[in-house]
Protein backbone atom coordinates (compact mmCIF):
# COMPACT_ATOMS: atom_id res chain seq x y z
CA UNK A 1 0.00 0.00 0.00
CA UNK A 2 1.25 3.15 -0.87
CA UNK A 3 0.85 6.52 1.61
CA UNK A 4 -2.31 8.63 1.52
CA UNK A 5 -1.95 11.77 0.17
CA UNK A 6 -1.99 15.11 2.93
CA UNK A 7 -5.01 17.41 3.34
CA UNK A 8 -4.48 20.63 4.29
CA UNK A 9 -4.94 21.56 7.83
CA UNK A 10 -8.46 22.41 9.26
CA UNK A 11 -10.06 20.20 6.80
CA UNK A 12 -13.22 19.07 7.77
CA UNK A 13 -13.30 15.28 7.69
CA UNK A 14 -15.94 13.20 6.19
CA UNK A 15 -18.25 11.48 8.72
CA UNK A 16 -18.15 7.87 10.16
CA UNK A 17 -21.29 5.52 10.94
CA UNK A 18 -21.68 6.12 14.84
CA UNK A 19 -21.66 2.09 15.41
CA UNK A 20 -18.05 2.02 14.63
CA UNK A 21 -15.15 1.72 17.04
CA UNK A 22 -11.47 2.46 16.85
CA UNK A 23 -8.61 0.73 19.10
CA UNK A 24 -5.61 2.59 19.28
CA UNK A 25 -2.40 0.70 20.09
CA UNK A 26 0.51 2.42 21.53
CA UNK A 27 2.92 2.19 24.96
CA UNK A 28 3.33 5.65 25.02
CA UNK A 29 -0.05 7.30 26.99
CA UNK A 30 0.85 10.77 25.64
CA UNK A 31 0.27 9.66 21.84
CA UNK A 32 -2.62 7.84 23.35
CA UNK A 33 -4.49 10.99 24.87
CA UNK A 34 -3.71 12.53 21.42
CA UNK A 35 -4.87 10.20 18.94
CA UNK A 36 -7.75 9.90 21.34
CA UNK A 37 -8.19 13.88 21.21
CA UNK A 38 -7.97 13.91 16.95
CA UNK A 39 -10.21 10.59 16.22
CA UNK A 40 -12.87 12.67 19.23
CA UNK A 41 -13.61 14.28 15.80
CA UNK A 42 -14.45 10.99 13.54
CA UNK A 43 -17.40 10.66 16.02
CA UNK A 44 -16.85 6.89 16.83
CA UNK A 45 -16.07 4.90 19.79
CA UNK A 46 -12.35 5.05 20.90
CA UNK A 47 -10.53 2.41 22.47
CA UNK A 48 -7.02 1.86 23.43
CA UNK A 49 -4.85 -0.18 25.08
CA UNK A 50 -0.65 -0.11 25.89
CA UNK A 51 0.60 -3.11 23.98
CA UNK A 52 -0.51 -6.05 21.91
CA UNK A 53 -1.61 -8.43 24.80
CA UNK A 54 -4.25 -5.36 25.98
CA UNK A 55 -5.05 -4.85 22.44
CA UNK A 56 -5.96 -8.70 21.74
CA UNK A 57 -7.56 -9.02 25.02
CA UNK A 58 -10.23 -5.67 23.81
CA UNK A 59 -10.51 -7.09 20.21
CA UNK A 60 -11.80 -10.55 21.78
CA UNK A 61 -14.53 -8.93 24.11
CA UNK A 62 -15.53 -5.90 21.50
CA UNK A 63 -16.46 -5.37 18.07
CA UNK A 64 -14.18 -3.08 16.67
CA UNK A 65 -13.80 -1.89 12.76
CA UNK A 66 -10.24 0.09 12.65
CA UNK A 67 -6.98 -0.55 14.62
CA UNK A 68 -4.11 1.98 14.79
CA UNK A 69 -1.15 -0.04 16.18
CA UNK A 70 2.29 1.84 16.85
CA UNK A 71 5.08 -0.24 15.36
CA UNK A 72 7.66 -0.28 18.21
CA UNK A 73 6.11 -1.46 21.06
CA UNK A 74 7.08 -4.03 24.27
CA UNK A 75 6.47 -7.79 23.49
CA UNK A 76 4.76 -8.09 19.71
CA UNK A 77 5.87 -5.28 17.66
CA UNK A 78 2.86 -3.57 15.61
CA UNK A 79 3.84 -5.33 12.58
CA UNK A 80 3.15 -9.07 14.48
CA UNK A 81 0.07 -7.66 16.21
CA UNK A 82 -1.14 -6.46 13.04
CA UNK A 83 -0.61 -9.64 11.49
CA UNK A 84 -2.52 -11.73 14.47
CA UNK A 85 -5.39 -9.25 13.76
CA UNK A 86 -5.22 -10.17 10.09
CA UNK A 87 -5.36 -13.87 11.06
CA UNK A 88 -7.94 -13.70 13.20
CA UNK A 89 -10.55 -10.49 12.42
CA UNK A 90 -9.39 -10.35 8.77
CA UNK A 91 -12.05 -7.70 8.03
CA UNK A 92 -10.85 -4.84 10.88
CA UNK A 93 -8.75 -2.19 9.20
CA UNK A 94 -4.90 -2.31 10.32
CA UNK A 95 -3.10 1.18 10.28
CA UNK A 96 0.37 1.55 11.41
CA UNK A 97 2.13 4.61 12.57
CA UNK A 98 5.47 4.90 12.29
CA UNK A 99 8.57 7.27 13.51
CA UNK A 100 10.94 5.79 11.40
CA UNK A 101 11.81 6.29 8.13
CA UNK A 102 12.83 2.87 7.60
CA UNK A 103 11.72 1.37 4.02
CA UNK A 104 12.58 -2.29 5.33
CA UNK A 105 10.12 -2.27 8.34
CA UNK A 106 7.58 -0.63 6.15
CA UNK A 107 7.65 -2.99 3.08
CA UNK A 108 7.76 -5.95 6.15
CA UNK A 109 4.34 -4.58 7.14
CA UNK A 110 2.37 -3.98 3.98
CA UNK A 111 3.56 -7.83 3.23
CA UNK A 112 3.31 -9.70 6.31
CA UNK A 113 0.29 -7.45 7.86
CA UNK A 114 -1.28 -6.41 4.64
CA UNK A 115 -2.52 -3.09 6.22
CA UNK A 116 -4.44 -0.25 5.19
CA UNK A 117 -2.47 2.81 5.72
CA UNK A 118 0.75 3.35 7.85
CA UNK A 119 0.83 7.09 9.04
CA UNK A 120 4.35 9.11 10.29
CA UNK A 121 5.14 10.24 13.51
CA UNK A 122 4.39 13.23 14.12
CA UNK A 123 1.11 13.06 11.93
CA UNK A 124 -0.50 15.58 10.28
CA UNK A 125 -4.39 15.49 12.27
CA UNK A 126 -5.94 16.18 8.61
CA UNK A 127 -3.77 13.27 7.21
CA UNK A 128 -4.67 11.18 9.90
CA UNK A 129 -8.01 11.63 9.83
CA UNK A 130 -8.70 11.23 5.97
CA UNK A 131 -7.10 8.16 6.72
CA UNK A 132 -8.62 6.46 9.59
CA UNK A 133 -12.00 7.45 7.94
CA UNK A 134 -10.85 5.72 4.78
CA UNK A 135 -10.01 2.80 6.66
CA UNK A 136 -13.59 2.96 8.33
CA UNK A 137 -15.33 3.45 4.62
CA UNK A 138 -13.42 0.45 3.75
CA UNK A 139 -14.14 -1.64 6.57
CA UNK A 140 -18.33 -0.93 5.93
CA UNK A 141 -17.45 -1.34 2.05
CA UNK A 142 -16.42 -4.58 2.59
CA UNK A 143 -19.36 -5.13 4.96
CA UNK A 144 -21.65 -4.32 2.76
CA UNK A 145 -19.92 -5.76 0.10
CA UNK A 146 -19.86 -9.22 1.63
CA UNK A 147 -23.82 -8.55 2.66
CA UNK A 148 -24.85 -7.48 -0.94
CA UNK A 149 -22.71 -11.13 -2.45
CA UNK A 150 -24.88 -13.24 0.34
CA UNK A 151 -27.98 -11.12 -0.85
CA UNK A 152 -27.01 -12.23 -4.56
CA UNK A 153 -25.60 -15.97 -3.27
CA UNK A 154 -29.07 -16.61 -1.32
CA UNK A 155 -30.85 -14.57 -4.60
CA UNK A 156 -29.19 -16.70 -6.58
CA UNK A 157 -29.64 -20.03 -5.16
CA UNK A 158 -33.34 -19.06 -5.40
CA UNK A 159 -33.56 -18.02 -8.91
CA UNK A 160 -31.59 -21.55 -9.30
CA UNK A 161 -33.97 -23.25 -7.88
CA UNK A 162 -37.29 -21.36 -9.77
CA UNK A 163 -35.14 -22.75 -12.54
CA UNK A 164 -34.70 -25.98 -11.89
CA UNK A 165 -39.14 -25.66 -10.83
CA UNK A 166 -39.40 -24.06 -14.15
CA UNK A 167 -37.92 -26.23 -15.98
CA UNK A 168 -39.55 -29.03 -13.95
CA UNK A 169 -42.70 -27.22 -14.73
CA UNK A 170 -41.86 -27.18 -18.51
CA UNK A 171 -41.09 -30.30 -18.76
CA UNK A 172 -44.51 -31.20 -17.11
CA UNK A 173 -46.33 -29.14 -19.28
CA UNK A 174 -44.68 -30.57 -22.36
CA UNK A 175 -45.87 -33.89 -21.70
CA UNK A 176 -48.92 -32.85 -20.82
CA UNK A 177 -48.72 -30.96 -24.34
CA UNK A 178 -47.71 -34.07 -25.54
CA UNK A 179 -50.06 -36.45 -23.73
CA UNK A 180 -53.22 -33.95 -24.77
CA UNK A 181 -52.06 -34.35 -28.30
CA UNK A 182 -51.76 -37.86 -28.61
CA UNK A 183 -55.21 -38.25 -26.66
CA UNK A 184 -56.40 -35.84 -29.43
CA UNK A 185 -55.00 -37.81 -32.27
CA UNK A 186 -56.46 -40.49 -30.93
CA UNK A 187 -59.69 -39.34 -30.58
CA UNK A 188 -59.77 -37.81 -34.23
CA UNK A 189 -58.99 -41.28 -35.39
CA UNK A 190 -61.71 -43.00 -33.22
CA UNK A 191 -64.67 -40.91 -35.22
CA UNK A 192 -66.00 -43.54 -36.94
CA UNK A 193 -67.25 -41.01 -39.66
CA UNK A 194 -64.79 -39.25 -42.46
CA UNK A 195 -63.57 -35.99 -40.80
CA UNK A 196 -60.53 -33.94 -42.40
CA UNK A 197 -59.18 -29.86 -42.12
CA UNK A 198 -58.96 -28.64 -45.29
CA UNK A 199 -58.24 -25.49 -46.91
CA UNK A 200 -58.25 -23.92 -50.41
CA UNK A 201 -62.22 -24.28 -50.90
CA UNK A 202 -62.54 -28.25 -49.44
CA UNK A 203 -59.80 -29.38 -52.05
CA UNK A 204 -56.79 -29.31 -50.03
CA UNK A 205 -56.54 -32.03 -46.63
CA UNK A 206 -54.68 -30.62 -43.98
CA UNK A 207 -55.02 -33.31 -41.61
CA UNK A 208 -57.48 -36.16 -41.95
CA UNK A 209 -58.62 -39.40 -39.71
CA UNK A 210 -58.15 -43.16 -40.55
CA UNK A 211 -61.66 -43.24 -41.87
CA UNK A 212 -61.07 -40.61 -43.91
CA UNK A 213 -57.72 -42.24 -45.24
CA UNK A 214 -59.90 -45.70 -45.51
CA UNK A 215 -62.72 -44.06 -48.11
CA UNK A 216 -60.33 -41.86 -49.86
CA UNK A 217 -58.28 -45.06 -50.20
CA UNK A 218 -54.77 -43.63 -49.28
CA UNK A 219 -52.22 -44.36 -46.74
CA UNK A 220 -52.38 -42.27 -43.35
CA UNK A 221 -48.98 -40.63 -44.10
CA UNK A 222 -49.90 -39.77 -47.28
CA UNK A 223 -53.18 -37.29 -46.39
CA UNK A 224 -51.55 -34.16 -46.04
CA UNK A 225 -51.82 -32.15 -48.90
CA UNK A 226 -54.25 -34.68 -50.61
CA UNK A 227 -56.13 -32.77 -53.12
CA UNK A 228 -59.69 -33.92 -54.72
CA UNK A 229 -59.17 -36.14 -58.02
CA UNK A 230 -62.37 -35.48 -60.54
CA UNK A 231 -64.26 -34.07 -57.26
CA UNK A 232 -63.97 -36.79 -55.23
CA UNK A 233 -61.80 -38.42 -52.33
CA UNK A 234 -61.97 -41.79 -53.09
CA UNK A 235 -65.51 -42.63 -52.28
CA UNK A 236 -66.21 -39.44 -50.69
CA UNK A 237 -67.37 -36.44 -52.51
CA UNK A 238 -65.20 -33.30 -52.84
CA UNK A 239 -66.52 -30.14 -50.38
CA UNK A 240 -66.24 -27.92 -53.18
CA UNK A 241 -68.61 -29.91 -55.64
CA UNK A 242 -70.81 -29.30 -53.06
CA UNK A 243 -70.66 -25.54 -52.91
CA UNK A 244 -69.97 -25.35 -48.86
CA UNK A 245 -70.42 -21.94 -47.83
CA UNK A 246 -67.67 -19.55 -46.35
CA UNK A 247 -70.01 -19.65 -42.71
CA UNK A 248 -70.37 -23.00 -42.43
CA UNK A 249 -73.32 -25.05 -43.21
CA UNK A 250 -74.16 -28.79 -44.45
CA UNK A 251 -75.05 -30.18 -47.70
CA UNK A 252 -76.71 -33.84 -48.53
CA UNK A 253 -75.16 -34.83 -51.80
CA UNK A 254 -75.29 -38.59 -54.00
CA UNK A 255 -71.78 -39.78 -54.94
CA UNK A 256 -71.82 -43.10 -56.70
CA UNK A 257 -74.72 -45.32 -54.85
CA UNK A 258 -74.54 -43.55 -51.18
CA UNK A 259 -75.63 -40.56 -49.88
CA UNK A 260 -73.84 -38.32 -47.90
CA UNK A 261 -74.45 -35.31 -45.35
CA UNK A 262 -71.23 -32.67 -45.77
CA UNK A 263 -70.96 -30.90 -42.70
CA UNK A 264 -68.52 -27.93 -42.78
CA UNK A 265 -67.37 -25.86 -39.67
CA UNK A 266 -64.62 -22.95 -40.74
CA UNK A 267 -61.97 -21.49 -38.51
CA UNK A 268 -62.74 -18.19 -36.83
CA UNK A 269 -58.95 -16.83 -37.50
CA UNK A 270 -58.47 -17.57 -40.92
CA UNK A 271 -61.63 -17.94 -43.33
CA UNK A 272 -59.85 -20.83 -46.15
CA UNK A 273 -59.95 -23.67 -43.83
CA UNK A 274 -62.68 -25.54 -42.13
CA UNK A 275 -63.26 -29.03 -40.45
CA UNK A 276 -65.29 -31.15 -42.96
CA UNK A 277 -67.19 -34.16 -42.09
CA UNK A 278 -68.71 -36.47 -44.02
CA UNK A 279 -71.56 -38.74 -42.99
CA UNK A 280 -72.83 -41.89 -44.98
CA UNK A 281 -76.47 -41.40 -44.53
CA UNK A 282 -77.76 -43.84 -47.27
CA UNK A 283 -79.16 -46.66 -45.13
CA UNK A 284 -80.57 -43.72 -42.65
CA UNK A 285 -82.47 -42.32 -45.63
CA UNK A 286 -83.45 -45.74 -46.75
CA UNK A 287 -85.25 -46.55 -43.26
CA UNK A 288 -87.12 -43.03 -43.43
CA UNK A 289 -88.34 -43.83 -46.90
CA UNK A 290 -89.83 -47.03 -45.55
CA UNK A 291 -90.93 -45.89 -42.11
CA UNK A 292 -92.89 -43.04 -44.61
CA UNK A 293 -93.78 -45.66 -47.00
CA UNK A 294 -95.33 -47.84 -44.24
CA UNK A 295 -97.23 -44.74 -42.65
CA UNK A 296 -98.73 -44.50 -45.85
CA UNK A 297 -99.83 -47.68 -46.40
CA UNK A 298 -100.83 -48.46 -43.23
CA UNK A 299 -103.10 -45.20 -43.62
CA UNK A 300 -104.32 -46.71 -47.02
CA UNK A 301 -104.99 -49.61 -45.30
CA UNK A 302 -107.16 -48.62 -42.72
CA UNK A 303 -109.18 -46.60 -45.63
CA UNK A 304 -108.95 -49.26 -48.10
CA UNK A 305 -111.07 -51.52 -45.09
CA UNK A 306 -113.60 -49.13 -44.07
CA UNK A 307 -113.93 -48.46 -47.71
CA UNK A 308 -114.31 -52.20 -48.81
CA UNK A 309 -117.11 -53.01 -45.97
CA UNK A 310 -118.95 -49.96 -47.38
CA UNK A 311 -118.60 -51.40 -51.21
CA UNK A 312 -119.26 -55.51 -50.03
CA UNK A 313 -122.70 -55.16 -49.05
CA UNK A 314 -124.01 -53.12 -52.81
CA UNK A 315 -121.97 -55.88 -54.78
CA UNK A 316 -123.47 -58.85 -52.80
CA UNK A 317 -126.95 -57.20 -53.87
CA UNK A 318 -125.45 -56.88 -57.81
CA UNK A 319 -124.38 -60.11 -58.04
CA UNK A 320 -127.43 -61.30 -56.38
CA UNK A 321 -129.95 -59.83 -58.53
CA UNK A 322 -128.15 -60.60 -61.60
CA UNK A 323 -127.40 -64.45 -60.94
CA UNK A 324 -131.72 -64.28 -60.29
CA UNK A 325 -131.94 -63.17 -63.86
CA UNK A 326 -130.10 -65.04 -65.35
CA UNK A 327 -131.87 -67.98 -64.32
CA UNK A 328 -135.09 -66.81 -66.23
CA UNK A 329 -136.08 -67.34 -69.48
CA UNK A 330 -133.92 -64.35 -71.42
CA UNK A 331 -132.71 -63.05 -74.70
CA UNK A 332 -129.26 -64.06 -76.00
CA UNK A 333 -128.14 -59.99 -75.89
CA UNK A 334 -129.95 -60.18 -72.32
CA UNK A 335 -128.30 -63.31 -71.30
CA UNK A 336 -124.84 -61.91 -72.32
CA UNK A 337 -125.68 -58.54 -70.34
CA UNK A 338 -126.18 -60.11 -67.09
CA UNK A 339 -123.03 -62.30 -67.70
CA UNK A 340 -121.45 -59.34 -67.97
CA UNK A 341 -122.61 -57.87 -64.72
CA UNK A 342 -121.55 -60.91 -63.14
CA UNK A 343 -118.31 -60.82 -64.03
CA UNK A 344 -117.82 -57.39 -63.20
CA UNK A 345 -119.50 -57.96 -60.36
CA UNK A 346 -117.05 -60.31 -59.54
CA UNK A 347 -113.83 -58.35 -60.48
CA UNK A 348 -114.86 -55.69 -57.64
CA UNK A 349 -115.69 -58.38 -55.46
CA UNK A 350 -111.91 -59.73 -56.10
CA UNK A 351 -110.51 -56.75 -55.30
CA UNK A 352 -112.87 -55.71 -52.48
CA UNK A 353 -111.45 -59.15 -50.45
CA UNK A 354 -107.65 -57.87 -51.65
CA UNK A 355 -108.30 -54.59 -50.25
CA UNK A 356 -109.73 -56.74 -46.60
CA UNK A 357 -106.77 -58.98 -46.19
CA UNK A 358 -104.86 -55.73 -47.17
CA UNK A 359 -105.88 -53.44 -44.32
CA UNK A 360 -106.41 -57.28 -42.23
CA UNK A 361 -103.12 -57.71 -39.59
CA UNK A 362 -102.94 -61.58 -38.72
CA UNK A 363 -103.06 -62.72 -34.90
CA UNK A 364 -99.82 -63.92 -33.36
CA UNK A 365 -101.18 -67.10 -32.32
CA UNK A 366 -101.80 -67.49 -36.56
CA UNK A 367 -97.71 -67.59 -36.92
CA UNK A 368 -95.68 -70.69 -36.47
CA UNK A 369 -92.79 -72.20 -38.61
CA UNK A 370 -93.46 -71.97 -42.25
CA UNK A 371 -91.17 -74.03 -44.69
CA UNK A 372 -90.31 -71.75 -47.46
CA UNK A 373 -88.96 -74.54 -50.11
CA UNK A 374 -92.98 -75.75 -49.76
CA UNK A 375 -94.63 -72.37 -49.56
CA UNK A 376 -92.88 -72.04 -52.93
CA UNK A 377 -93.60 -75.15 -54.18
CA UNK A 378 -97.16 -74.75 -53.77
CA UNK A 379 -97.14 -70.96 -55.01
CA UNK A 380 -95.73 -72.79 -58.43
CA UNK A 381 -98.36 -75.39 -58.74
CA UNK A 382 -100.98 -72.78 -58.41
CA UNK A 383 -99.31 -71.02 -61.10
CA UNK A 384 -99.33 -74.44 -63.49
CA UNK A 385 -101.95 -73.35 -65.64
CA UNK A 386 -100.33 -70.14 -66.71
CA UNK A 387 -96.91 -72.05 -67.25
CA UNK A 388 -98.46 -74.31 -70.03
CA UNK A 389 -99.58 -71.51 -72.08
CA UNK A 390 -95.98 -70.61 -72.76
CA UNK A 391 -92.10 -72.18 -72.64
CA UNK A 392 -91.08 -71.16 -69.24
CA UNK A 393 -87.98 -72.50 -67.90
CA UNK A 394 -88.61 -72.80 -63.63
CA UNK A 395 -85.29 -73.40 -61.91
CA UNK A 396 -85.16 -73.96 -58.15
CA UNK A 397 -82.68 -73.24 -55.82
CA UNK A 398 -83.41 -74.44 -52.76
CA UNK A 399 -81.58 -74.40 -49.41
CA UNK A 400 -82.87 -75.10 -45.94
CA UNK A 401 -84.76 -72.21 -44.37
CA UNK A 402 -87.93 -72.30 -41.64
CA UNK A 403 -89.37 -68.95 -41.29
CA UNK A 404 -91.82 -67.42 -38.29
CA UNK A 405 -94.79 -66.74 -39.99
CA UNK A 406 -98.49 -67.19 -41.65
CA UNK A 407 -98.04 -70.24 -44.09
CA UNK A 408 -101.24 -68.67 -46.28
CA UNK A 409 -100.09 -64.98 -46.03
CA UNK A 410 -96.22 -65.90 -47.21
CA UNK A 411 -97.82 -68.00 -49.94
CA UNK A 412 -100.07 -65.18 -51.03
CA UNK A 413 -97.10 -63.27 -51.42
CA UNK A 414 -94.59 -65.85 -53.53
CA UNK A 415 -98.08 -66.45 -55.95
CA UNK A 416 -98.22 -62.67 -56.48
CA UNK A 417 -94.01 -62.73 -56.98
CA UNK A 418 -94.80 -65.58 -59.67
CA UNK A 419 -97.45 -64.41 -61.26
CA UNK A 420 -95.75 -61.09 -62.01
CA UNK A 421 -93.14 -62.66 -63.20
CA UNK A 422 -94.94 -64.86 -65.61
CA UNK A 423 -97.07 -61.59 -66.91
CA UNK A 424 -93.41 -59.66 -67.44
CA UNK A 425 -91.83 -62.93 -69.15
CA UNK A 426 -94.32 -63.33 -71.68
CA UNK A 427 -94.26 -66.81 -73.66
CA UNK A 428 -90.66 -67.76 -73.10
CA UNK A 429 -88.54 -66.97 -70.59
CA UNK A 430 -86.93 -68.65 -67.34
CA UNK A 431 -88.07 -67.99 -63.48
CA UNK A 432 -85.90 -68.77 -60.86
CA UNK A 433 -86.89 -69.58 -57.48
CA UNK A 434 -84.25 -69.66 -54.44
CA UNK A 435 -84.53 -69.86 -50.79
CA UNK A 436 -81.95 -70.02 -47.73
CA UNK A 437 -80.70 -68.68 -44.61
CA UNK A 438 -78.31 -65.62 -45.66
CA UNK A 439 -77.29 -64.46 -41.78
CA UNK A 440 -78.11 -65.86 -38.39
CA UNK A 441 -81.70 -65.50 -37.32
CA UNK A 442 -82.95 -64.34 -40.61
CA UNK A 443 -84.13 -66.66 -43.99
CA UNK A 444 -85.49 -65.30 -47.46
CA UNK A 445 -86.54 -66.35 -50.60
CA UNK A 446 -86.21 -64.90 -54.29
CA UNK A 447 -87.91 -64.77 -57.09
CA UNK A 448 -86.17 -63.86 -60.44
CA UNK A 449 -87.55 -63.86 -64.03
CA UNK A 450 -85.50 -62.54 -67.56
CA UNK A 451 -88.36 -60.06 -68.19
CA UNK A 452 -87.69 -56.51 -69.28
CA UNK A 453 -87.14 -55.44 -65.62
CA UNK A 454 -88.04 -52.16 -63.59
CA UNK A 455 -87.50 -49.15 -64.67
CA UNK A 456 -85.69 -46.62 -62.23
CA UNK A 457 -88.40 -44.18 -62.36
CA UNK A 458 -91.48 -46.86 -61.40
CA UNK A 459 -88.70 -48.48 -58.95
CA UNK A 460 -89.89 -45.96 -55.56
CA UNK A 461 -93.27 -46.30 -56.47
CA UNK A 462 -94.11 -49.90 -57.63
CA UNK A 463 -95.09 -50.83 -53.69
CA UNK A 464 -97.67 -48.08 -53.61
CA UNK A 465 -101.30 -49.21 -53.06
CA UNK A 466 -102.64 -48.75 -56.65
CA UNK A 467 -100.01 -48.16 -58.27
CA UNK A 468 -99.39 -50.37 -61.38
CA UNK A 469 -97.69 -50.73 -65.23
CA UNK A 470 -100.36 -52.96 -66.62
CA UNK A 471 -102.90 -51.58 -69.40
CA UNK A 472 -106.12 -50.95 -67.56
CA UNK A 473 -108.31 -53.85 -66.89
CA UNK A 474 -105.21 -56.22 -66.41
CA UNK A 475 -104.11 -55.15 -62.93
CA UNK A 476 -105.13 -53.75 -59.65
CA UNK A 477 -101.80 -52.30 -58.27
CA UNK A 478 -102.41 -53.77 -54.91
CA UNK A 479 -100.35 -57.11 -55.75
CA UNK A 480 -97.54 -55.59 -54.44
CA UNK A 481 -98.21 -52.97 -52.05
CA UNK A 482 -100.11 -56.26 -50.14
CA UNK A 483 -97.50 -58.41 -50.19
CA UNK A 484 -95.17 -55.30 -48.68
CA UNK A 485 -97.67 -54.87 -45.98
CA UNK A 486 -97.93 -58.47 -44.92
CA UNK A 487 -93.84 -58.46 -44.75
CA UNK A 488 -94.01 -55.85 -42.75
CA UNK A 489 -96.57 -57.34 -40.27
CA UNK A 490 -93.82 -60.66 -40.12
CA UNK A 491 -90.95 -58.08 -39.25
CA UNK A 492 -89.34 -58.42 -42.86
CA UNK A 493 -88.79 -56.83 -45.69
CA UNK A 494 -89.58 -57.34 -49.36
CA UNK A 495 -87.48 -55.17 -52.02
CA UNK A 496 -86.44 -54.99 -55.70
CA UNK A 497 -82.97 -55.86 -55.87
CA UNK A 498 -80.51 -55.79 -59.01
CA UNK A 499 -79.52 -59.02 -60.67
CA UNK A 500 -76.46 -60.65 -60.74
CA UNK A 501 -77.35 -62.96 -63.23
CA UNK A 502 -76.82 -62.36 -67.31
CA UNK A 503 -80.05 -61.69 -68.87
CA UNK A 504 -81.90 -61.32 -65.54
CA UNK A 505 -85.20 -58.36 -65.46
CA UNK A 506 -85.90 -58.03 -62.07
CA UNK A 507 -85.24 -59.98 -58.49
CA UNK A 508 -87.92 -59.55 -55.84
CA UNK A 509 -86.45 -60.31 -52.21
CA UNK A 510 -88.35 -61.29 -49.41
CA UNK A 511 -86.41 -61.05 -45.69
CA UNK A 512 -88.04 -62.81 -42.60
CA UNK A 513 -86.87 -63.55 -39.06
CA UNK A 514 -86.09 -67.47 -38.66
CA UNK A 515 -88.26 -69.50 -36.57
CA UNK A 516 -86.29 -70.12 -33.39
Not at 109 to 131: C, M, Q, Y
Not at 176 to 183: G, K, P, Y
Not at 402 to 411: K, S, T, Y
Not at 467 to 489: N, V
Request: with cysteine; hydrophobic share 40%; net charge negative.
Amino acid sequence: MVEAQATPAGAKPPEASPETALLVVDDDDNVRRALRRVLRRTRCRILDAPDAAGALAVLEREPVQVVVSDYRMPGLSGVEFLREVKERWPRIQRVLLTGQADSTAIEEAVNRSEIFRFIWKPWDDGHLLITIQSAIDQFWMVEENERLEAIVSERNAELERLNRDLDGKLAARSQALVRAAQEWRACFDAIGDPLAIMRAGGCEVVRANTAFARAAGVQANMLAALRCTDHAYGALPCPSRCLMPAAGAERETVFGERTWLVRSFPFEEEDSAAVVVFKDVTDEREVSRRLFHAEKMSAIGQLAGGVAHEINNPLGGILAFSQLMSQEQRSAEDAENLRLIQDAAMRAKRIVESLLRFSRRPRDEEKGPVELAKVLDEALFLVGPQLKDGKIEIVRRYAPAIAHGNANQLQQIALNLLVNAIQAIGKTGRITVACGAPAPGRVRFCVTDTGPGVKPEHAKRIFEPFFTTKAEGQGTGLGLSICYQIAEEHGGTIRLEPCDERGCGACFVLELPAHE
